[in-house]
């Protein structure tokens, strides 16, 4: 059975960065997608990013586009978030979460497209 365990997150100020990881416990993720969902205080799922592993593809939301970036190692089969210039509206609980599909590209699907979720890790952006 498929697990995610993410790890990373933490407090930090605004301007600074952190780096997310969400590890699989699956020998290779091919022909998966891997997203990242966030979920503030009093507010649903945002998804956040997502990557079609296979391809490589990957894609943001427009309140992350250019401050955080996605990306694989496939010889650990761990997907990455490196968040920067953090905000303290990026406050909230990160999770990764992932769906097989042969499915090239990458789109942000609602929370209920995906069928295997972490546990979370919480980011606090503050001063």
């Known amino acids: 059975q498929l697990h995610l365990v993410e790890s990373g997150g933490g407090l930090v100020q605004p301007g600074g960065s952190l780096r997310l990881s969400c590890e699989a416990s699956?020998?290779?993720?091919?022909?998966?997608?891997i997203a990242w969902f966030r979920q503030a205080p009093g507010k649903e799922h945002e998804g956040v990013s997502c990557?079609?592993?296979?391809?490589?593809?990957?894609n943001y939301a427009n309140s992350v586009m250019g401050r955080f970036t996605i990306s694989r190692d496939i010889f650990t089969n761990t997907v990455n978030l490196q968040m920067n210039n953090l905000k303290p509206e990026d406050t909230a609980i990160y999770y990764c979460?992932?769906?097989?599909?042969?499915?090239?590209?990458?789109?942000?699907?609602?929370?209920?497209?995906?069928?295997?979720w972490g546990q979370g890790t919480q980011v606090t952006v503050s001063s």
């Open positions: 699956v020998v290779t993720l091919h022909n998966y997608t």
């Open positions: 990557m079609s592993y296979s391809g490589g593809t990957t």
């Open positions: 979460a992932t769906r097989p599909t042969l499915q090239v590209l990458c789109a942000l699907y609602p929370p209920n497209w995906y069928n295997t």
